[in-house]
C-alpha cells in the first residue's frame, strides 16, 4: 500500500484512499481515516468510585458518560497524554499512572491506536476545559459502573474496553 491519495485533511486527522494488493495479486481500493491516537484513563479514587466525565459529543447528538480521554499530540507519549486529558478534563492530578492496554479501536477503516491508563493516587485540582467542550466529571461506585454498562447506559466504545478490561483482568489481581 503506497502512494496513498489524500482524500481529505482535518485538524486532527485526514482519509486517505490507498491500493492494496491481496496474496492473489488483485489491487483493491481502500480508504483509511489516519488518527495519531489517543489516551484514555480509568481514574480511580481512594475510596474505590471511578471518575468519569460526562460530555456532550456532536457526532451521536447526545451526552455520554465516558472515562477521561484525548488525542495524542504531535510527538507526545500516551503517558503524557493521559496525565494531561485527566487533568484537564477532571481537575485531577495522578500520583501513579500505569499503562495497561493499546488496542485498536475500528481497524477495518481507522489506525487510530487507544492506549488505556490507571491512574490512582489522584489528587484534586482545577479542570482546563478546551474552548467548546461541555464536559463535567461524574462520579460512581465500581458496582454502579458496571450496572451502567449493562443497562446500556455506559456504551462508549472506549469506556467500555477500559472498564471490562480492567474488571476481568487487574481488578482482583490488584487487591
Given amino acids: 500500500m503506497n502512494n496513498p491519495q489524500i482524500l481529505y485533511r482535518a485538524q486532527r486527522f485526514r482519509v486517505e484512499r490507498v491500493v492494496q494488493t491481496t496474496p492473489d495479486g488483485h489491487e483493491h481500493e481502500r480508504e483509511i481515516v489516519r488518527h495519531p491516537g489517543a489516551a484514555v484513563v480509568l481514574p480511580l479514587l481512594p475510596d474505590g468510585r471511578v471518575v468519569f466525565v460526562r460530555i456532550f459529543r456532536a457526532a451521536v447528538g447526545e451526552t455520554l458518560i465516558e472515562l477521561p480521554a484525548g488525542t495524542l499530540d504531535r510527538d507526545e507519549p500516551p503517558r503524557e497524554t493521559a496525565l494531561r486529558e485527566l ?9 501513579k ?7 485498536c479501536m475500528s481497524p477495518g477503516i481507522l489506525d487510530e491506536k487507544m492506549h488505556l491508563f490507571l491512574a490512582t493516587e489522584l ?29 446500556g447506559e455506559i456504551h462508549d ?19
Avoid at 487533568?87 to 500520583?95: C, I, L, V
Avoid at 499512572?97 to 488496542?103: A, F, K, N, S, V
Wanted: negative net charge.
Fill in 97 to 103: 499512572i500505569e499503562h495497561l492496554l493499546t488496542y
Fill in 87 to 95: 487533568a484537564e478534563e477532571t481537575g485531577y492530578r495522578a500520583g
Fill in 157 to 175: 466504545a472506549k469506556s467500555l474496553v477500559g472498564l471490562l478490561y480492567y474488571e476481568k483482568f487487574f481488578r482482583y489481581a490488584k487487591a
Fill in 123 to 151: 489528587t484534586p485540582g482545577v479542570a482546563a476545559l478546551e474552548a467548546g467542550e461541555e464536559i463535567e466529571p461524574f462520579y460512581c461506585s465500581w458496582d454502579e459502573a458496571l450496572n451502567s454498562i449493562r443497562s
